[in-house]
């Protein structure tokens, strides 16, 4: 199954998640055990919505420190989603280029958001994928100049 539509499926349980205010985790596990009329969650889905869940506090910080006049609790329940998703691919997640987790977050609001949401979710994770990229380089070990 396409990456693309494993996003789509992982953003359809944080949604859940988010709407009920039930822990991620719980759902996941009976989305898991329990598909439903649902064929089972991709792999890949079940590795976003476990990141999402292990690292949520971080992503909802990154994200709030980004944003401008939009903390994360005020953000609508899919924009939020979308956006902590690609956070997460971007911070934590060293097998997709940051372009491609920004790109599928805004092919994802492009069909679910409102016009507005589109450029929102790509100003923020710019910003996202530039600080984590600088942390990145920062923390990279500098070796010796050979004087």
Partial sequence: ???STARKRALNTLYEADEKGQDILSLLAERIGQ???QTPLPDYAIEIVRGVAEHIAAIDAMLDEHSTGWKVKRMGVVDRNILRIAAWEIMFNDDVPNMVAIDEALSLAKTLCD???PAF???LLSAVSADAEATEVA???TEPSAE
């Fill in 1 to 3: 199954m396409a990456r």
């Fill in 35 to 37: 598909p439903g009329a």
């Fill in 115 to 117: 016009d507005d949401s």
């Fill in 121 to 123: 979710i790509h100003g």
């Fill in 139 to 141: 923390e990279q070990p």
